[in-house]
């Protein structure tokens, strides 16, 4: 008999009045190839005859003594036989598709070992829960996962997000492949309340991790749900949990280090976790002690209300109660007269049975009413012991924290000597990394020495006789030998710096030449930029821009570790420090320039070794030191750098700054460069200008086109630039059978970009990470929409994030719209176009520059 493709285990304990719900939503999924394997955890109630009624040939059941329920899943991934393992408590409720989705995904996505979606709430009947509810637990639960859900999209990362929050919530929404529990152990029967949380942070950092975006598991919120009976106990896994599932080593092997320990994974995300930190447990404490004050008045308006409601009662039965009596008094005389007025005396008998209907029934309001206030002042004693019961777990925490601590220091010893045996592999590591920067210089240097030769030998073969000749009568001269002795002498003096290349640039059709816009000023200050390389991009670009519009002011130089050939930026005096250069070369070279400022356009990645030799060789230089935080890195942090600017606020809130010595100044552009003048705007254009390299762009980048094109067949896509990714583009377009719609560009001149904007309809942003980027802001001078994906700076540059979609799908429908409707694209592109030149003008950054300058130079 052939083992079915998934199986489902469904541990079971007192839940008589929802197990029934949890089984049958599993048999009628639309996707059959599975089997069931209920597990009875020794039930009190009649949870296992509620198991028996359902007959089923797929069910295997199981009853056993209670042993919690994490040995029980794991006595269930035992017993399974599926190439996947899903879990179902007994409480929750499958989307009938579920099984169908999750297994579609894992065969289009093979790597990923283990899978989850969004969920659905419900309450005890099963109805969705609502906001609006007037249910206070409710309302929090829906709050807290609201804020989990909005941290994956703005992370993009889900270990990440993993470690602030379990946003997977239960173990009914954990799907696996089973070839994970061959490396892997199962979930850790210890834990009571957090085996799911444990087993999800030792599986996501190896492991690939996915998510459905669509709530395929009714997530059922009752009395008995596990995690709500002890709050302390829950909080004190979830630490467990942490602290035993992740690899703590790596971050506190170098105890000193805060540069490595803030740009952590671990750190930054168990920062933004509420049961680590004590700050966010108070600031949600104060939420409650606020939420709960106005519990207690509104409480407290509506018992006056009822009392005043009460005695109105009270005063209107009085009045009953004389009615009765004046009644009764006219019974009196009737009887005297019962023989001369029958029919007066029906009537008055008539009269008095309804008074006393009315009596009782305002008696049984009056009754409710009491029963009601006790009700309310029952309530409110709920909310104090609530208050009460959290001050003490906030008690309880904090000795667990100090516990910790403790726990911490006896660990030290052990790390001290970690660190001795780290100390020999880091030592190798850099032995290669320098093995490493020698051979790519070497082969720069070649490759320019190469270029040079080539030209030295045509020359060399046009005039060979004639050089001989005329070496000869040079060789034999007074003159050479007294240019020899000055050539030895300038050797010896120029071998204490660093090697600058000595060959003329090498210039091509694509390169830049920067020219300073304004007459020199006598006696600039020096300033010297630090830059890992001078090709294209948005911080070359920066520089130039600086030298251009500030040059006037600031005599101004580039060193860098790579300066291409031919020049990307010409006549900007450039200084090559490849190589293995020491920081007393680059501490002579600031002060022969005699520099006053030395600004390092810092963006860390593969460069972060150059660059932490250039802020070393700075620490015994007396001079003033900016940094440029151009990407959502950390910066280096270092007491003598005397002040940050970040590229964005995104840039600035990604981590950990010093918020007095910091500040924000956008990219700016020459956007009269960028002027569509009277060129219209076409109708059926969409692409985009970026370096098509994994730093900006995923290798998927380019399916968003390719599903505009499939939803509109007119639609021509433009992909301006070049770059690692540029032949797999082409690829995908050719196996969607669309490269007819497509036309790729390779690099192009900086001079030429604003010819291929003015050919767009909607410029498209579908990058994974965008610390600012300056493309952006030549589209809107050139009033064009822009839609992308909802990541970094994009929503900060456009003002709003209307035209910036969570997926793929949803991205590509906005561009169909977009292009559909032109009297929108027209009003969206005069908005961008206004907003680019009052925030993003080459202007106003060259002036915030000079200010920062200026005030950095006179303190």
């Keep these: 008999m052939q083992s079915p493709l998934i199986s489902v285990i469904i541990p079971a304990y007192n839940h008589e009045s929802y197990i029934n719900d949890a089984i049958q939503s599993v048999l009628k999924q639309s996707f059959s190839d599975f089997e069931v394997i209920v597990i009875d955890d020794g039930s009190t109630d009649s949870t296992l005859s509620e198991i028996k009624k359902i007959t089923d040939p797929r069910i295997r059941l199981l009853h056993q003594k209670n042993i919690g329920a994490a040995a029980t899943i794991n006595r269930g991934i035992d017993l399974s036989q599926g190439q996947y393992i899903t879990i179902l408590n007994s409480d929750d409720v499958f989307h009938p598709d579920r099984l169908a989705i999750f297994k579609e995904y894992m065969d289009d996505h093979p790597d990923v070992m283990v899978l989850s979606s969004l969920i659905q709430p419900v309450d005890v009947l099963g109805n969705e ?83 459905i975006h669509q709530k395929l598991l009714k997530y059922r919120l009752h009395d008995l749900n596990t995690i709500r009976h002890n709050d302390f106990f829950k909080r004190f896994e979830v630490q467990y949990a942490v602290f035993h599932a992740l690899k703590f080593q790596d971050l506190l092997s170098h105890p000193p280090d805060v540069q490595q320990r803030l740009s952590s994974i671990l750190f930054r995300g168990l920062e933004r976790n509420p049961d680590i930190n004590h700050d966010i447990i108070a600031s949600e404490k104060n939420r409650l002690l606020e939420q709960s004050d106005l519990w207690v008045k509104e409480a407290q308006m509506n018992a006056r209300h009822f009392e005043d409601r009460l005695m109105q009662a009270e005063k209107q039965n009085e009045c009953f109660q004389a009615r009765i009596v004046e009644g009764q008094k006219q019974n009196e005389c009737l009887q005297s007269r019962i023989v001369e007025n029958q029919k007066q005396d029906e009537c008055l008998q008539a009269r008095i049975v309804e008074s006393q209907k009315q009596n009782e029934c305002l008696q049984a309001r009056i009754l409710e009413m009491h029963a009601r206030i006790q009700e309310k002042e029952l309530h409110l004693s709920n909310l104090v012991e609530e208050i009460r019961q959290k001050d003490v777990y906030l008690d309880e925490a904090g000795n667990l924290a100090k516990n910790l601590k403790a726990i911490a220091e006896r660990r030290q010893e052990e790390i001290l000597e970690l660190n001795r045996r780290i100390v020999n592999l880091e030592n190798s590591v850099a032995l290669h990394r320098q093995v490493e920067i020698d051979f790519k210089t070497r082969i720069h240097q070649q490759s320019i020495q190469l270029h040079a030769a080539d030209a030295r030998m045509v020359a060399a073969e046009n005039h060979a006789a004639e050089k ?30 660093p090697v600058i290349e000595k060959a003329q640039p090498v210039t091509d059709d694509k390169t830049y030449h920067a020219v ?156 009269t460069l960028f002027d569509r003048k009277d060129t219209p705007v076409p109708d059926d254009v969409i692409g985009m200008v970026y370096r098509l390299d994994p730093d900006k762009l995923k290798e998927d980048a380019i399916q968003v086109f390719i599903d505009v094109v499939k939803k509109r067949p007119t639609t021509q896509v433009l992909i301006v630039g070049g770059g690692y990714f540029y032949q797999s583009y082409q690829a995908q377009v050719a196996e969607e059978g669309a490269t007819a719609n497509f036309q790729f560009t390779n690099y192009v001149p900086y001079a030429k970009l604003p010819d291929y904007y003015k050919k767009f309809s909607v410029f498209v942003a579908p990058v994974w990470k965008e610390s600012f980027g300056q493309v952006s802001p030549f589209a809107m001078s050139m009033k064009l929409p822009i839609a992308g994906y909802c990541i970094g700076a994009l929503p900060e540059i456009l003002g709003d994030d209307e035209f910036l979609g969570k997926d793929r799908d949803e991205l590509s429908d906005i561009i169909v719209n977009l292009l559909n409707d032109r009297p929108k694209r027209i009003e969206i592109g005069q908005r961008n176009h206004d907003r680019a030149h009052d925030h993003f003008s080459v202007e106003a950054m060259t002036e915030a520059y000079n200010a920062l300058y200026q005030r950095l130079l006179s303190e």
């Design 129 to 211: 829960l609502t906001p609006d509810s007037g249910n206070t637990v409710h309302q929090y639960w829906l709050e807290w996962y609201e804020r989990a859900v909005r941290n994956i999209r703005q992370d993009d990362h889900y270990f990440y997000s993993l470690l602030q929050s379990n946003f997977v919530v239960s173990t009914s929404n954990i799907f696996v492949n089973a070839r994970l529990f061959e490396n892997e152990k199962k979930f850790d029967p210890f834990l009571y309340y957090c085996h799911d949380y444990e087993f999800l942070l030792r599986a996501l950092q190896v492991h690939r991790f996915g998510l």
């Design 468 to 497: 001989e000749r005329f070496l000869q009568e040079i060789f034999h001269s007074n003159g050479w030998k007294w240019l020899t002795r000055y050539r030895d002498a300038k050797l010896k003096f120029i071998s204490r710096h």
């Design 516 to 671: 300073i816009h304004h007459p020199m000023k006598a006696n600039r200050p020096k300033v010297i930029h630090a830059i890992a390389n001078f090709l294209t991009g948005g911080s070359s670009r920066l520089v130039v821009d600086l030298v251009e519009h500030l040059g006037h002011i600031y005599d101004q130089e580039v060193m860098s570790f790579f300066i291409p050939s031919p020049l990307a930026y010409a006549n900007v005096s450039l200084h090559d420090f490849s190589g293995d250069i020491t920081n007393n070369q680059v501490e002579e070279f600031l002060k022969e320039k005699k520099a006053k400022i030395l600004h390092v356009h810092y963006w860390g990645e593969g460069d972060v070794e150059w660059y932490r030799k250039i802020f070393k060789s700075a620490e015994n230089w007396n001079g003033i030191l900016i940094e440029n935080i151009n990407t959502p890195v950390v910066p280096y942090i270092s007491d003598r750098v005397d002040h940050y600017v970040y590229v964005s606020e995104y840039a600035r809130n990604f981590a950990a700054c010093i918020p007095e010595k910091s500040s924000v100044i956008y990219p700016g552009s020459d956007l």
